[in-house]
């Protein structure tokens, strides 16, 4: 069964400080894995795509990686802002077919 | 440009009464679907359309039921309220179909 399971649940740090969350899947063929932020009582919002040949890719303050090998993917925040309060849902596409399979997604607060 | 738009954003029902939700989208996408969203559970798919005149069952499709007259369009109709369908509903699109998806700002339901 395809599941992708993120990490932590939820998290809370200063402005201005970096975070690391985590997303790791079981999902195959693998197609592609995006990172999309929900902010509260919004839809998401991709923030990026990464493929199957990529390892980094980044998109301002946020950095995604891929590791294709141990089917994990990582979305570094850097420096973060109050604005980035929100939900971060993974998303991973399966090859072959149109099915994509949602993590539950890491609840992050940051505080002043 | 709106993107994709819902209507209603919140909505109390009963037991057993029965209702629409609207979403249209402006972008010419010809993929359009429908989640739901509930806590600690990631987004799972209820029904999808991969163009007018053209509709099919997700992960979740009892006791909803879709239709696709246009290419703007997809409504989804709940038959008879049950609260189990208590949730957050949003409607997404994309082009291709394996693009990023596009999200409606959600439909907050409660069913008592």
């Known amino acids: 069964k395809n599941q992708v399971e993120q990490s932590p649940q939820s998290l809370i740090i200063l402005e201005g400080k970096n975070c690391t969350l985590q997303c790791n899947y079981t999902v195959s063929p693998f197609s592609n894995l995006r990172w999309y932020k929900q902010d509260t009582g919004r839809g998401p919002v991709s923030l990026t795509i990464?493929?199957?040949?990529?390892n980094t890719k980044s998109n301002g303050r946020y950095t995604a990686t891929l590791d294709a090998d141990t089917k994990q993917s990582s979305l570094h925040i850097t420096a973060s802002q109050l604005s980035d309060s929100a939900s971060y849902i993974c998303v991973v596409r399966s090859g072959g077919g149109n099915k994509l399979t949602f993590g539950t997604g890491t609840q992050l607060k940051v505080e002043l | 440009n709106a993107g994709v738009t819902q209507t209603p954003k919140f909505q109390v029902l009963k037991t057993g009464q029965s209702m629409t939700l609207q979403c249209a989208q402006d972008?010419?996408?010809?993929?359009m679907s429908w989640y739901r969203q509930d806590p600690g559970m990631g987004l799972r798919l209820i029904h999808y359309?991969?163009?007018?005149?053209?509709?099919d069952q997700g992960e979740v499709p009892n006791g909803y039921n879709v239709s696709r007259s246009t290419t703007e369009d997809f409504p989804l109709r709940l038959l008879s309220a049950a609260p189990s369908q208590t949730s957050v509903y949003f409607c997404a699109s994309s082009y291709p179909a394996t693009g990023e998806l596009f999200f409606g700002e959600g439909s907050r339901l409660t069913v008592l």
């Open positions: 972008m010419n996408h010809e993929y």
């Open positions: 359309s991969v163009g007018a005149g053209i509709t």
């Open positions: 990464m493929t199957f040949s990529e």
